[in-house]
């Protein structure tokens, strides 16, 4: 049975880390002493699209700003990023700026994905899509999936709310239904869930909504992954290296539309989350609706406490979570799970043997890739067969690890070959430009000196249309020996003068 969620008192402090939207680094909008409101905008994502807001990131307790300055962040433990870090004042006063926004559901698309985008909302399954970003979608689309299946053992904050908040996840898809001009939404809920799709039938039948329906899905890992979700439900397979609205779909998490809903119903943009708080090493496992920014050592409190001999700590699932070395790091939007473990919960580290070519890999694969081939590949670090083999296209689930009986690390290096990948590109986008630059110049180069060519042979052929080369040679040497004969004849002229 899952209890009730527990929302957290406001933390004396919170450090906010600027990095909170895939791909959209953010700028702070304020500065160190000034006084803030809990849900006042601190800083704002720049979107290299001008088309699509970069979503805000807002104070999540009320109080003065201490300073704007690098620490420590999950998920990314070998470095320090930029981080907002506010001292509460104990009033945890809101910020109004956002009351009585109007009527979503009239409203025009653009304005919708502004103020979405305003409302500092991203994707709260893991991954910090930008919403309004996946919102703007060039194709039309038919339908809106609501991710509400949650494959990784532990994880039970999604289920919770749509147990427990059905009707504001209802509110929130239409307001997204709207924004995307959707003829219906699905609602995906794990088998394993009951009261959760009791919950959401219900509100969907409260509200009267004949275009909302509920898919109830297997719960097999990793069926909560985006492409596998809409292949289960939809039987569509999105292209490889293209996204879901390429066929008319847009996928979007449970806790991304109760997150809408709380915007545009009252004022209150994304500054906390829903936490689930659990693992061996906890004493009171429970859901927490904890405020961006609170450290992670203040739930575990809440949480009854933490073991002694806890030894792990993990950000997300135990498949696809990180590692985490610190239990005082900061709860950002991407934290849906910590799970805290003993040492008989990890499985021991076993010496890694060459692949015997048993093809388990492929069989697990979910994005049907070829994981072996991706190694060879990945060990000679040969660019262009990783992206004929997809290596994008990998989700990083960690199956593959899973039933490799030569205990080889197959997630650990698609990820370290992603990154070469990125690279590579990278580098080949500037190599590319450099030659664009460079042809481009030559281009113009040659077009200049065609231009003076031309020139040339049009002043020589105005130049012979009036006179031919020899009359002009004849003049000169006319010109010539009359300056001879004038000269000679003012000499002699001189000396008759002086005889």
């Known amino acids: 049975m899952v209890r009730p969620i527990l929302v957290a008192p406001a933390p004396e402090r919170v450090v906010i880390p600027l990095r909170q939207c895939l791909g959209m680094p953010a700028a702070p909008l304020v500065s160190p002493g000034q006084a803030v409101k809990a849900g006042e905008p601190i800083a704002c994502a720049v979107s290299a699209d001008s088309s699509v807001p970069g979503p805000k990131l807002h104070a999540s307790i009320s109080g003065t700003v201490a300073a704007v300055a690098a620490g420590p962040v999950p998920a990314a433990t070998d470095r320090e990023e930029t981080c907002i870090f506010i001292d509460g004042d104990g009033h945890d006063e809101s910020y109004t700026g956002y009351q009585d926004l109007g009527d979503p559901l009239s409203m025009a698309t653009e304005r919708l994905r502004e103020l979405i985008a305003e409302g500092g909302i991203v994707g709260l399954g893991g991954a910090l899509f930008s919403t309004a970003g996946k919102l703007t979608a060039e194709s039309a689309i038919h339908t809106l999936i609501l991710n509400g299946t949650e494959c990784e053992p532990y994880i039970t904050c999604d289920e919770i709310l749509m147990r427990d908040h059905?009707?504001?996840?209802?509110?929130?898809?239409?307001?997204?239904?709207?924004?995307?001009?959707?003829?219906?939404?699905?609602?995906?809920?794990?088998?394993?869930?009951?009261?959760?799709?009791?919950a959401i039938w219900d509100a969907i039948e409260a509200e009267g909504l004949d275009d909302f329906h509920v898919a109830v899905v297997t719960a097999k890992y990793p069926a909560g992954g985006e492409n596998q979700l809409i292949e289960l439900i939809m039987g569509q397979e999105v292209p490889e290296g293209r996204p879901p609205n390429d066929i008319g779909i847009v996928c979007q998490n449970v806790g991304t539309a109760a997150a809408v809903a709380d915007f545009f119903r009252d004022g209150r943009p994304l500054i906390s989350r829903v936490v689930t708080v659990s693992g061996r090493g906890i004493a009171e496992p429970l859901n927490i609706d904890a405020r961006i920014g609170t450290p992670m050592s203040e739930l575990f409190d809440l949480a009854g406490g933490v073991d002694d001999n806890a030894s792990h700590l993990i950000m997300g699932g135990p498949m696809m979570g990180k590692s985490l070395p610190d239990t005082n790091l900061p709860v950002t939007k991407a934290t849906n799970c910590l799970i805290l473990m003993l040492p008989k919960e990890i499985s021991p580290t076993r010496q890694e043997m060459p692949c015997i070519r048993c093809g388990e890999c492929s069989q697990v694969c979910p994005a049907h890739l070829l994981p072996q081939q991706l190694l060879t590949a990945a060990r000679r670090q040969d660019m262009n067969s990783l992206t004929a083999l997809g290596l994008n296209a990998c989700i990083e689930c960690g199956c593959c690890d899973f039933v490799c009986p030569s205990h080889i690390l197959l997630t650990d290096r698609f990820i370290d070959a992603k990154l070469d990948l990125r690279v590579h590109a990278d580098e080949a986008q500037r190599a590319g430009h450099a030659r664009q630059r460079f042809e481009a110049r030559t281009a113009r180069l040659e077009r200049q000196q065609d231009a003076r060519e031309r020139e040339l042979a049009q002043q020589v052929d105005s130049a012979g249309d009036a006179e031919t080369l020899d009359a002009i040679m004849a003049r000169v040497n006319a010109k010539d020996e009359q300056s001879d004969d004038d000269g000679n004849d003012r000499g002699n002229d001189r000396g008759n003068d002086n005889g």
């Open 166 to 198: 059905a009707r504001r996840i209802i509110y929130g898809a239409r307001v997204m239904m709207r924004a995307l001009g959707a003829t219906q939404t699905i609602v995906g809920i794990e088998s394993d869930m009951p009261a959760a799709r009791v």
